[in-house]
């Protein structure tokens, strides 16, 4: 019982000191695309999670590099994605310097999420489960991407 209540107590403290740096991470994000759909919005600017297997480039198999749907850097290229049958798009590596992480403790769990380098939005989570040499996988919201292939 009492080893219950404490996880929850700081499960929620945790959340309670937490909102405050939220709020004003969001605060220093600035939109760049000013076409932006609600739902980009949403995943981008509050740390949202699009729907699994609603994203298009769940199929795009090109040769290409993806790119932040705000502005425009370019992430990971299309050699390091893979189906890791989670329902968003995956990839084994990002370009170097494409991101900067932070520890997640939403939903009761530890967690790597990880921002566009440029313009600070959320993109997804990082897990180390992935099938590259680094075992990473860059588990990414599809509607933060945008897809340019090769010509």
Not at 44 to 61: D, M, V
């Amino acid at each position: 019982m009492r080893r219950k209540f404490l996880k929850l107590f700081g499960t929620s403290f945790l959340t309670f000191f937490s909102l405050p740096y939220k709020f004003l991470f969001a605060i220093s994000k600035k939109i760049i695309n000013k076409n932006l759909t609600d739902e980009q919005k949403n995943v981008l600017f509050n740390e949202g999670t699009e729907r699994p297997y609603s994203s298009e480039l769940l199929n795009e198999k090109r040769e290409g590099f993806y790119h932040c749907a705000n502005c425009g850097a370019k992430l990971f290229s299309s050699n390091s994605k893979f189906d890791s049958g989670t329902g968003w798009p995956s990839f084994t590596e990002a370009l170097p310097g494409a991101f900067k992480t932070k520890i997640d403790y939403s939903f009761g769990m530890k967690r790597t999420e990880y921002h566009c380098a440029n313009c600070g939005v959320h993109h997804g989570h990082v897990f180390d489960d992935g099938p590259g040499e680094n075992g990473k996988r860059f588990c990414n919201n599809g509607v933060c991407l945008i897809f340019k292939p090769n010509n």
